[in-house]
């Protein structure tokens, strides 16, 4: 929580804070504070008139799907979407050694340092193609 939320929610850390404050500043602070205030129960209200209708809905769905004869198994295969599945990593395309130590790459992203460091030594890259 920041500092200024600490001591608008702590009592006497509020009180030091607001003591130089002139009996006007407090009645704008107040004004303003109970602006937020209602602003804040005015969307609470909203949203659970929305989250009423919302269930209304969903009730009334239920009770034509009993009607029917359907239940949430049964369409619940047609909404499910299967995951995508992960691709396949892909084949080394270059090889080189280095110390008795194989290192591969696939030719993609960024080229391991020992690559770099054979190119900048006159090599070309055909040179460790597997």
Avoid: C
């Avoid at 509020?14 to 404050?21: M, S």
């Avoid at 004004?31 to 937020?36: A, G, W």
């Avoid at 009607?67 to 599945?85: E, H, R």
């Avoid at 290192?103 to 040179?127: C, H, S, Y």
């Amino acid at each position: 929580m920041s500092e200024f939320l600490d001591i608008l929610t702590h009592g006497r850390r509020f009180k030091a804070a607001v003591k130089e404050l002139t009996l006007e500043q407090l009645q704008e602070l107040a004004d303003k504070l109970e602006k937020v205030i209602d602003e804040k129960s005015s969307q609470a209200e909203a949203e659970s008139e929305a989250m009423a209708e919302r269930n209304a809905k969903i009730e009334e769905i239920r009770k034509q799907m009993e009607a029917v004869g359907l239940s949430i198994d049964d369409i619940g295969g047609a909404a499910i979407k299967s995951a995508p599945k992960k691709r396949a990593p892909r084949p080394a395309k270059y090889k080189i050694n280095v110390d008795g130590e194989e290192i591969t790459w696939t030719g993609q992203g960024r080229m391991p340092t020992v690559f770099k460091a054979k190119l900048d030594n006159g090599g070309k890259m055909e040179d460790f193609l597997i």
